[in-house]
């Protein structure tokens, strides 16, 4: 008896199970450093578009202007992002990423990176690695 492909719906509700217990156990083993997800977020987006606004994170991360500048004065704070005026707009403060930040970002990255690859490599096949890396091809072209 033939089975009947899983429908788009059931891939996709299995896709979204599968990546969100990925992250956590990526977190689980990034160091502890007491940020927050928000916080790692902002850093992430500093790092990877440059500088914002605490109203322009708000906007791109579809969150309240509040809780962004709860979330940028506790990284002020700890001098993983520091405050510096707009070129362009005398009235503005844009946010920028420290080297502290950067290396926070670096060590939870590296720490996540290397417990990933020792579970590939340690609980998978070639041929499951193969299946794996196919699989990652697919996952880009849902990126286009």
């Known amino acids: 008896m033939q089975r009947n492909p899983p429908t788009a719906a059931a891939i996709a509700d299995e896709l979204q199970f599968v990546v969100s217990a990925l992250v956590r156990r990526q977190r689980a083993v990034s160091p502890a450093r007491a940020v927050t997800l928000s ?10 578009e440059g500088p914002h606004s605490v109203a322009d994170l708000a906007r791109l991360d579809k969150i309240t202007h509040q809780s ?11 001098a993983l992002v520091r405050r510096t005026p ?16 950067k290396r926070l970002l670096a060590e939870r990255q590296a720490a996540g990176h290397d417990h990933l690859a ?10 499951e690695r193969a ?10 072209r849902l990126l286009d």
């Open 131 to 140: 299946q794996l890396s196919e699989a990652l091809r697919l996952l880009h």
């Open 118 to 127: 020792e579970a590939i490599a340690g609980r998978l096949t070639g041929a």
């Open 86 to 101: 707009d070129p362009h707009d005398g009235r503005r403060r844009l946010l920028v990423i420290t080297a502290d930040g």
């Open 39 to 48: 916080q790692v977020s902002i850093l992430k987006r500093l790092d990877r």
């Open 68 to 78: 962004v500048a709860v979330a940028v004065a506790a990284l002020v704070d700890r």
